[in-house]
């Protein structure tokens, strides 16, 4: 397999203060809808502790990937976002 034909996808991995299943299919339809050439997941996480220590992970693949625009765009929606960072919560 010629692997410089072959095309590789981006993968962004951010943080958000969706909590709910509900919400996160909502949010998830939005971004479908604006970012329609990326496949975008959420997982929800443990909220035990205060944003952005508890936290969902909004999971972004795509060819290109603009973080700057996804979360302006999440934030026009009321909803933190942030890249995730390498950081241990206690």
């Not at 508890?54 to 996804?70: A, F, M, N, W």
Request: glycine share 4%; proline share 4%.
């Amino acid at each position: 397999m010629n692997l410089h034909k072959r095309a590789f996808n981006m993968v962004e991995v951010f943080i958000t203060n969706v909590k709910s299943v509900c919400l996160s299919q909502e949010i998830l339809k939005l971004l479908e809808k604006s970012f329609p050439t990326l496949k975008i997941n959420f997982d929800l996480e443990d909220f035990n502790k205060p944003y952005p220590c508890g936290h969902s992970i909004l999971r972004i693949e795509g060819k290109v990937i603009d973080p700057k625009s996804i979360i302006q765009y999440l934030k026009s929606k009321g909803i933190k976002c942030e890249l995730l960072k390498d950081k241990i919560c206690v």
